[in-house]
T-cell receptor, first 115, second 114 residues
Framework: AQSVTQLGSHVSVSEGALVLLRCNYSSSVPPYLFWYVQYPNQGLQLLLKYTTGATLVKGINGFEAEFKKSETSFHLTKPSAHMSDAAEYFCAVTPNSGGYQKVTFGTGTKLQVIP | NAGVMQNPRHLVRRRGQEARLRCSPMKGHSHVYWYRQLPEEGLKFMVYLQKENIIDESGMPKERFSAEFPKEGPSILRIQQVVRGDSAAYFC????????????FGPGTRLTVT
């Protein structure tokens, strides 16, 4: 079984400040990890994913995340927040074990960007 | 290349009525997933379908909920005799053959039960 924990349901940052959204996972086998973004009244959009290979993953809109196996973490960062980054962000995990596996989502973190 | 389409975007039903939610996957995708999102909660998996087959319905409530993905036409999530607790956003996602972990989401249907 797998799960993800997102620390902080609400995060506020000033425009131009560092964005750090935390995600820790639990998985009995090596995981695939994802970050999705959801803007109000819209569906989820994939920001980035980690499958295998390089542990630092770059995504769209200047976001990146680093897979740290020793810490079972996959935190999302962006060096400088923009007003348009205000949205809800979901971390997700699925086992890297071949074939069909369910994707499990975290409960989300709402990012507020203060001008 | 159109993305995942869902309709209606908003649906209001009175208690006891039926709700039908439709999802057309991206072109070339034959895997469809339904999720429910309650306020202040993440997405909860409901069901995974391929054309004419239900692969995993472990997240579906045992009663009143059903899903299908016919050979032709969209996938349908059907909720019979809706109750207030069914009010939520329902999202559909699709994936290409073999890549079930990379899912593309539709805009969702927001169901309100009055």
């Amino acid at each position: 079984a797998q799960s993800v924990t997102q620390l902080g349901s609400h995060v506020s940052v000033s425009e131009g400040a560092l964005v750090l959204l935390r995600c820790n996972y639990s998985s009995s086998v090596p995981p695939y990890l994802f970050w999705y973004v959801q803007y109000p009244n819209q569906g989820l959009q994939l920001l980035l994913k980690y499958t295998t290979g390089a542990t630092l993953v770059k995504g769209i809109n200047g976001f990146e995340a680093e897979f740290k196996k020793s810490e079972t973490s996959f935190h999302l960062t962006k060096p400088s927040a923009h007003m348009s980054d205000a949205a809800e962000y979901f971390c997700a995990v699925t086992p890297n074990s071949g074939g069909y596996q369910k994707v499990t989502f975290g409960t989300g973190t709402k990012l507020q960007v203060i001008p | 290349n159109a993305g995942v389409m869902q309709n209606p975007r908003h649906l209001v039903r009175r208690r006891g009525q039926e709700a039908r939610l439709r999802c057309s996957p991206m072109k070339g995708h034959s895997h469809v997933y339904w999720y429910r999102q309650l306020p202040e909660e993440g997405l909860k998996f409901m069901v995974y379908l391929q054309k004419e087959n239900i692969i995993d319905e472990s997240g579906m409530p045992k009663e009143r909920f059903s899903a299908e993905f016919p050979k032709e036409g969209p996938s349908i999530l059907r909720i019979q005799q809706v109750v207030r607790g069914d009010s939520a956003a329902y999202f559909c996602a699709s994936s290409p053959i073999g890549d079930s972990y990379e899912q593309y989401f539709g805009p969702g249907t927001r169901l309100t039960v009055t």
